[in-house]
């Protein structure tokens, strides 16, 4: 997040800003105390909402569920608090999160505050300050990727006091069950490829070779990248957890799509950014299994889960949109997406081991 990355927040997506600036006053007195607060809204996220509390110099991110029902497990602001408020001690990328707020009075929902970082997102471009055909700064971006999530990996949840965070027991299980509840609360329409990719992925759960700490939606846009190509930030841990660590390879892979490929809209379409031109999916694979030790023969079950999750936030944010839930105009364009990745996971639960 860059100086310029904010904008007006939009209006279905307001909140009471003096009762919020009140709050941040009285419970983050030695960040905001009795200074003047102003609001504006990072408008890049396509589900949680995000804003900017700026005060005398100081900067404070809020982040709260969407307007409107959410999924049960979605969303979760505690959780990401939780995660963010410890793990930040062992793993630099982690942003600190400072207070969080279960009362829905204050801002609509509950949210939580937590540090600001600076630099870029790369969701519909590059860096500005890069060159424009950077390539090598483009590759270094994606090796620190796969860098990054292998450091994530090797964390002893029990050192940052994450040990409880989840139920390592069953998690992949849980989570093909949870998507599937999902997709039936979700779906405007039917996709019958997503009958036939949850029963191949149910036929055949691989035995999990660790428990550690997830992010659970590991991908480039969730990240945020200084100029020399390095990740300064990870962010979006809503869905963070203890479980598999090949779930959050396998999100990688679903979203590591050449240009022109199938499921490149899921990215965002021809103005997305992807590191697939500049690190090959062999040469992310053998990255991660060198930092890691982690084998991945069933790595293709990995990637299919992810397909299928993939296709049921697409689906559940479009369902927002036609809902009238949000007047966010780039949901739209979801409507044709989900047969598009669920074709994609059949294609690839499919294919050879």
């Not at 979605?74 to 990328?93: I, K």
């Not at 500005?128 to 390539?135: D, G």
């Not at 090949?246 to 990688?252: A, E, F, P, R, S």
Request: charged share 20%.
């Amino acid at each position: 997040m860059s100086p310029t990355d904010t904008s007006p927040i939009r209006p279905e997506e307001a909140f009471d800003e003096i009762a919020v600036a009140s709050y941040l006053g009285r419970h983050l007195s030695g960040l905001v105390g009795r200074k003047i607060v102003t609001f504006d809204q990072f408008p890049g996220g396509k589900a949680n909402l995000t804003y900017r509390a700026s005060a005398d110099g100081v900067e404070l991110v809020l982040r709260r569920a969407p307007l409107g029902e959410v999924a049960r497990g979605g969303h979760d602001m505690q959780r990401e608090f939780r995660v963010l408020s410890r793990l930040w001690r062992e793993y630099p990328l982690a942003p600190q999160a400072y207070h969080y707020c279960a009362d829905p009075a204050v801002m609509g929902k509950p949210f939580f505050v937590m540090e600001r970082r600076h630099g870029h997102v790369p969701r519909d471009s590059w860096p500005a300050s890069w060159p424009e055909h950077a390539t090598l700064l483009r590759t270094t971006a994606a090796r620190s990727l796969v860098a990054a999530v292998g450091d994530l990996h090797r964390i002893d949840p029990a050192a940052v006091g994450l040990d409880d965070f989840g139920h390592p027991e069953g998690f992949v299980e849980r989570q093909l069950a949870g998507w599937a509840q999902r997709w039936e609360a979700a779906r405007t329409r039917d996709v019958a490829d997503m009958d036939l990719a949850l029963a191949l992925l149910s036929s055949d759960v691989p035995l999990p070779q660790a428990a550690c700490v997830l992010h659970n939606d590991f991908k480039l846009d969730n990240t945020m990248l200084g100029d020399d190509g390095h990740l300064v930030a990870v962010f979006d841990w809503d869905m963070s957890t203890i479980g598999d660590p090949l779930m959050d390879i396998g999100t990688m892979l679903a979203y590591w799509a050449q240009p022109g490929a199938a499921t490149y809209p899921i990215l965002g379409g021809s103005e997305a950014v992807t590191p697939a031109p500049y690190l090959s999916r062999d040469d992310l694979l053998q990255q991660y299994a060198t930092a890691t030790g982690f084998e991945l023969s069933r790595i293709r079950f990995y990637e299919g889960l992810a397909l299928y999750r993939i296709t049921v936030i697409i689906e559940q944010i479009y369902a927002r949109y036609a809902a009238g839930q949000t007047t966010d105009h780039r949901f739209s364009a979801f409507e044709s997406l989900p047969p598009i990745l669920a074709r994609a996971a059949v294609d690839v639960l499919s294919g050879p081991s």
